[in-house]
């Protein structure tokens, strides 16, 4: 592994800190100027920005990615000097991850491709001390919500994406694999709907700290799998399923065992994750199936969610470090290959 270095951020006049990967496991903190005012452009001193499996797997060089490249998906910060009626200087943002690809003329675009770019993969992220961006690009947050609260946002978001698709109803059962970050907010928003989510998990420590955040109903993904879900549901199996492909050393197969003939079976991932699937379950239990990534439309929704207090991240433990320490920081994440239990990692610009 190269070295990170760990030398403290340093800020002078109109210069910034900007860190960029140079290669795999190679990031460097470099000063650059201040971004320019440009029209239609707010300049955001970026506060907090939250490092997830697709930062470290980029880091590590197991995702291709076009260097030099400022790595960071997901982020917070305040909006400088404005003149924007929406967004007035001393405002907390959330910066947009997922940002629709504009039109260039007649240029042909590549069909094969999302229609969003991700920041951190296809084109620059947030770890630098100031980026431009539009106002279409950022989300006021209500002073209820916290900085921690707001790096989350966009894993409510998809959440609510996911449980909007599967259309659950009231009291219907829906098995969610993956006690992860992702599946237990996701457990929590479709507990506030009123449905009822069983956690499913190969790992039983993930499953404890699930029930710790209200996930009452979780089953070990072993042997008994089926009869355990079987007892809970009354026999008939649950009526939609949600695969989380950041939940390492989970079967690909259980969303299909455990749904029911006629439902539904969600995908969730961020593209990283290579997903050999046996669809044998899907085509005798004439399964529907659908993919998401993220939940870029469900923003304001997703506010709203953690304001109001349906979503609890409390039992979440923030391992925060400075931005100097923010390769080693990336290089640990990657080592790992897997979250830690109960604890998101992020790095204070500040």
């Not at 491709?113 to 296809?122: A, H, R, W």
């Not at 993220?294 to 709203?304: K, R």
Request: aromatic content about 6%; hydrophobic content about 45%.
């Amino acid at each position: 592994m190269k070295k990170v270095s760990a030398r403290p951020s340093v800020r002078k006049g109109n210069a910034m800190n900007v860190w960029k990967l140079a290669g795999a496991k190679n990031l460097v903190r470099s000063n650059a100027p201040l971004p320019a005012p440009a029209e239609g452009m707010l300049r955001v001193r970026v506060t907090k920005v939250l490092i997830g499996n697709l930062d470290a797997a980029i880091y590590d060089g197991a995702v291709r990615v076009q260097y030099p490249l400022v790595p960071g998906r997901f982020a917070v910060g305040v909006v400088g000097e404005s003149e924007s009626s929406r967004f007035p200087k001393g405002t907390r943002v959330l910066l947009h991850s997922y940002r629709p690809i504009l039109p260039k003329g007649t240029e042909k675009a590549d069909l094969i491709l999302s229609d969003y770019e991700i920041c951190g993969k296809t084109c620059d992220g947030f770890l630098s001390d100031f980026v431009l961006a539009s106002p279409d690009n950022m989300t006021a947050l209500p002073s209820s919500v916290t900085d921690e609260q707001g790096l989350l946002l966009h894993h409510v978001a998809a959440g609510k994406a996911i449980a909007d698709r599967l259309a659950a109803q009231k009291g219907q059962h829906v098995v969610v694999v993956g006690a992860n970050l992702m599946g237990i907010l996701l457990c929590q928003i479709l507990i506030y709907q009123q449905t009822a989510p069983i956690l499913v998990d190969s790992d039983p420590d993930r499953l404890k700290f699930a029930r710790s955040c209200g996930v009452y109903y979780t089953v070990a993904a072993d042997k008994t799998m089926v009869d355990d879900v079987c007892s809970l549901t009354g026999g008939r199996l649950a009526s939609g399923a949600v695969y989380i492909a950041s939940a390492t050393k989970n079967d690909p197969r259980i969303p299909f065992r455990l749904c029911a003939d006629g439902g539904k079976v969600i995908l969730c991932g961020s593209g990283i994750d290579d997903l050999t699937l046996d669809l044998k379950d899907a085509l005798i239990k004439h399964l529907t199936i659908h993919c998401i990534s993220h939940g870029a439309g469900y923003l304001p929704t997703a506010i709203n969610l953690m304001a109001n207090g349906a979503i609890d991240p409390s039992p979440f433990r923030a391992n925060t470090v400075k931005a100097g320490r923010a390769g080693m920081l990336l290089a640990k994440f990657a080592e790992k290959h897997a979250e830690e239990i109960g604890c998101i990692n992020v790095i204070d610009l500040l």
